[in-house]
């Protein structure tokens, strides 16, 4: 399988601009199966208000619009593509990450299971996902872990008993390059019980210098940078 990791370019409030660079990137990995971006990509990590009045009109639903032109994107580059969104589900509300088919079919669309991405004040409406996801895709094995997933240890214990053959791991950090020399360890030593291989996607704020971008690989407390905190763009990798 052929991964294109992008750490994304993100416009907050600006989905249009957001559906425009994801065509963009899924052009330049159109010989890839599969484009991973990060957590919350399509509409910008701090997109919610915390009210639900105004929150009903930015997150979205999977029969939108919005995640339809996705799909259209997914068929013209026959390209798997999984995408980091605020799902609104019913009255309910997810930060969730959608896998498209190379056909514009759902493959997967799991929701985190932390609770870190919501304001502690944000009403019963914002709820998290059951349990983790593994489903199969050109010959592997994928398994979803959304940013704080991977930093509580009843979660991790549920991870080491399922069976797969990647862990994707979408996340908006806002470490600056500085600073991750010393928490990429933190995150190295965390996700060490894990034996099968982490990919990190992190994305890149240009609004408001919050997030660094960065791709990296966890595999059995080690750390591969493939693509350094600092920078964006898409790396391609073989697996």
């Known amino acids: 399988?052929?991964?294109?990791?992008?750490?994304?370019?993100?416009?907050s409030h600006a989905v249009e601009i957001q559906l425009e660079r994801i065509e963009q990137y899924c052009e330049e990995a159109a010989d890839c199966d599969i484009i991973v971006f990060g957590e919350a990509y399509l509409q910008g990590f701090d997109r919610l208000t915390w009210s639900y009045d105004r929150?009903?009109?930015?997150?979205?639903?999977?029969?939108s619009p919005v995640i339809n032109r996705i799909q259209s994107i997914a068929q013209i580059y026959q390209?798997?593509?999984?995408?980091?969104?605020?799902?609104?589900?019913?009255?309910?509300?997810?930060?969730?990450?959608?896998?498209?088919?190379?056909?514009?079919?759902?493959?997967?669309?799991?929701r985190r299971i932390s609770q870190g991405w919501k304001d502690k004040n944000a009403g019963k409406q914002y709820q998290e996902g059951e349990d983790f996801e593994v489903f199969d895709y050109q010959?592997?094995?994928?398994?979803?872990?959304?940013?704080?997933?991977?930093?509580?240890?009843?979660?991790?214990?549920?991870?080491?008993?399922?069976e797969y053959d990647i862990c994707l791991w979408p996340v908006y950090i806002d470490y600056t390059p500085e600073e991750w020399q010393t928490a990429q360890h933190e995150y190295a030593?965390?996700?060490?019980?894990?034996?099968?291989?982490?990919?990190?996607?992190?994305?890149?704020?240009?609004?408001?210098?919050?997030?660094?971008?960065?791709?990296?690989?966890?595999?059995?407390?080690?750390?591969t940078p493939i693509l350094p905190i600092g920078s964006h763009g898409i790396v391609k990798i073989e697996h």
């Open 189 to 223: 030593e965390q996700t060490k019980r894990i034996s099968k291989p982490i990919y990190l996607v992190n994305s890149y704020s240009t609004d408001k210098q919050e997030a660094y971008g960065g791709v990296y690989l966890f595999e059995k407390g080690q750390i």
């Open 1 to 11: 399988m052929k991964l294109a990791l992008v750490s994304g370019l993100m416009a």
């Open 79 to 110: 390209l798997a593509i999984s995408i980091g969104f605020f799902e609104k589900n019913d009255e309910k509300f997810f930060s969730s990450q959608l896998y498209i088919g190379a056909t514009g079919d759902i493959l997967s669309n799991y």
């Open 55 to 63: 929150d009903k009109k930015r997150a979205v639903e999977q029969n």
């Open 139 to 162: 010959g592997r094995r994928l398994v979803t872990a959304i940013c704080g997933d991977l930093w509580h240890d009843n979660l991790l214990n549920r991870l080491t008993t399922l």
